[in-house]
């Protein structure tokens, strides 16, 4: 099943190529914005041709150091600029998330106004969600405390260096792996949030809890295997730019390309893991919760809305009342229209009149 999902997320994120394009150009704006204010500052302090030789090979310590230790003001500055590009870009994220999970769940034709209905349908509810996920972010943070603890009360405060050195890498894999397991559950909360269209966010989180719990081999399975395609071509994208040795001129020109294919990489495989999770997610979820076919509900909604006026929340069930009892043995009535019994009438009058 991981296989499948894994190879049909893959399909269907190249058939929705303009929602990673979007994604695409939205991590290219926030990276020059970030950016720029840095490379202006080396070029002032070193000139542009020795700023462009930074991104060939690897980087220079030394530069580094210089840099630093003579742009004071310019890194106070940036620091601001960064936190306020920082926030701009988690509502930035979050919104588009909703837009492209939106487009996604139906694999409907991406159009300007769905993506923009999408986003601001989820926003809200996203930003609560992610909220409640903190809360498991604040808790992997406080585990390598607890590990620390814990080795101390074994080894004693001052171990050997070999113990000291392998329980450090052993606390910092397990803070990792809670926060990449925090990171599935938040996806899978919001695809839940997509999913029963942004029914209850509390709802949707302690879903996503159990669903992670249960499917425990399914989530890491899934997540390892989209895990293991980044981390080789990071690795590939790496080893080739550090093996840059050319001018500066072409250098530069090649290393710029392979960023932006890497760029690229990064947006089509954020929609390819998307799409997988939405399918396992999707062939799990209980039908209770998900609507049926959300266009009829909502033309059902559009047409209650219209004939009647009085009901204000249309989300509670209606109550079905009883059929008043008919009597069995009473025949049934025959309709005569106003026209016709006119026409008997004079009929009767006209007879009257001859006899």
Do not use: C
């Not at 949707?204 to 295997?225: D, M, Q």
Request: hydrophobic share 50%; no cysteine; proline share 4%.
């Amino acid at each position: 099943m991981i296989i499948n999902t894994f190879k049909n997320g893959w399909s269907k994120s190249w058939q929705h190529k303009s929602l990673a394009l979007l994604w695409f150009l939205m991590i290219v704006l926030f990276a020059w914005l970030v950016s720029a204010p840095l490379r202006a500052g080396m070029a002032h302090m070193a000139g542009y041709s020795l700023v462009g030789q930074q991104p060939l090979g690897l980087m220079s310590f030394d530069f580094m150091t210089d840099f630093l230790l003579n742009s004071e003001g310019l890194l106070a500055s940036a620091m601001a600029g960064t936190m306020v590009l920082v926030a701009l870009w988690l509502f930035t994220s979050i919104y588009m998330t909703g837009a492209i999970l939106g487009s996604l769940e139906g694999d409907r034709p991406v159009t300007t106004t769905r993506l923009g209905g999408n986003g601001g349908r989820y926003f809200f509810p996203f930003i609560l969600h992610t909220l409640l996920v903190i809360v498991l972010f604040g808790i992997s943070l406080l585990v390598p405390k607890l590990l620390g603890m814990l080795g101390d009360a074994i080894w004693g405060e001052d171990p050997y260096e070999n113990i000291a050195f392998w329980y450090g890498i052993f606390k910092i894999s397990v803070t990792v792996l809670l926060f990449w397991y925090a990171k599935r559950i938040l996806d899978y909360g919001r695809i839940d949030l997509v999913l029963t269209k942004k029914a209850s966010v509390w709802r949707s989180f302690v879903r996503s809890l159990r669903f992670a719990r249960v499917k425990v081999h399914l989530v890491v399975g899934l997540g390892a295997s989209f895990a293991a395609i980044y981390a080789i071509a990071f690795y590939a994208y790496s080893k080739f730019r550090l093996s840059l040795t050319l001018e500066v001129g072409k250098g530069v020109i090649i290393a710029l390309l392979m960023g932006v294919v890497f760029t690229a990489f990064r947006a089509l495989y954020r929609v390819a893991q998307w799409r997988a999770e939405l399918d396992l997610y999707r062939s799990f979820l209980p039908p209770t919760v998900l609507p049926e076919a959300i266009d009829v509900q909502e033309d059902v909604d559009r047409v209650f809305e219209s004939t009647l006026p009085g009901v204000e929340d249309f989300n509670e069930p209606l109550v079905a009342t009883e059929p008043e009892p008919s009597v069995a043995d009473e025949p049934a009535q025959p309709v005569i229209s106003d026209d016709a019994l006119s026409g008997i009438a004079d009929a009767v009058d006209k007879h009257q009149q001859q006899d």
